[in-house]
Nanobody, 113 residues
Framework: VQLQASGGGSVQAGESLRLSCAASGIIFSMSNMAWFRQAPGKQRELVADITSRGVTNYKDSVKGRFTIFRDNAKSTLYLQMNNLKPEDTAVYFC????????WGQGTLVTVSS
């Protein structure tokens, strides 16, 4: 199983990034998926998740700014992040919420003010 996350980078506040997570070795279309993040010195937290049917859920602080979506034909999970803030700085991980559970390797997002 591989969850290959990409798309992180360094941006200024107010800018946008799109994260991708390419999955292999799982039945992606039947998997509930999620994005988590971990800031330095803090616990890993759920940012957003999406069911196999496309129902989404967001952390309050990202509602209206982030959008999680998926392309089952490409077995890829996305996180569109708009109006980024310095407090969004973290390593972002994709995760399979449907057992067996797997973590991607993480991609770093740095937002400067």
């Amino acid at each position: 199983v591989q969850l290959q996350a990409s798309g992180g980078g360094s941006v200024q506040a107010g800018e946008s990034l799109r994260l991708s997570c390419a999955a292999s070795g799982i039945i992606f279309s039947m998997s509930n998926m999620a994005w988590f993040r971990q800031a330095p010195g803090k616990q890993r937290e759920l940012v957003a998740d999406i069911t196999s049917r496309g129902v989404t859920n967001y952390k309050d602080s990202v509602k209206g700014r982030f959008t999680i979506f998926r392309d089952n034909a490409k077995s890829t999970l996305y996180l569109q992040m708009n109006n980024l803030k310095p407090e969004d700085t973290a390593v972002y991980f994709c995760y399979t919420r449907t057992a067996p559970n797997y973590w991607g390797q993480g991609t770093l997002v740095t937002v400067s003010s």
